[in-house]
């Protein structure tokens, strides 16, 4: 499975930016699709995940902000982010998984078996 994102950028805090990964090879293997963030200094973390016929999970600290959805026709899986703070500045990564996930499970990147190489986003204020 290869995963490419595409979409990151700088926008001025409150903006909105969309971030795309693009899924390819064996996807038959994989239940569930994130986004993860790492700013510089910290550690991964993760924003938003879905699994198959499951409805999507969020962090907190971007509820009601990011929305994540799959399109799966095109392989595409989808970060929108709105209401930008200079704290969601970090690169982006796009992760699979091989295994059903649940609740706080889903944003731990322990439980993913493939991962892009990240985008950039950056919120000035």
């Known amino acids: 499975v290869q995963l490419v994102e595409s979409g990151g950028g700088s926008v001025q805090a409150g903006g909105s930016l969309t971030l795309s990964c693009v899924a390819s090879?064996?996807?038959?293997?994989?239940?569930?699709m994130a986004w993860f963030r790492q700013a510089p200094g910290k550690g991964r973390e993760g924003v938003a995940y879905?699994?198959?016929?499951?409805?999507?999970n969020y962090a907190d600290s971007v509820k009601g902000r990011f929305t994540i959805s799959q399109d799966n026709d095109k392989n595409t899986l989808t970060l929108q982010m709105n209401s930008l703070e200079r704290e969601d500045t970090a690169m982006y990564y796009c992760?699979?998984?091989?295994?059903?996930?649940?609740?706080?499970?889903?944003?731990?990147?322990?439980?993913?078996?493939?991962w892009g190489q990240g985008t950039q986003v950056t919120v000035s204020s």
């Open positions: 879905q699994c198959i016929d499951d409805l999507p």
């Open positions: 090879g064996d996807l038959a293997l994989t239940y569930c």
């Open positions: 992760a699979a998984s091989r295994v059903r996930l649940e609740l706080a499970a889903g944003l731990r990147e322990l439980w993913y078996n493939y």
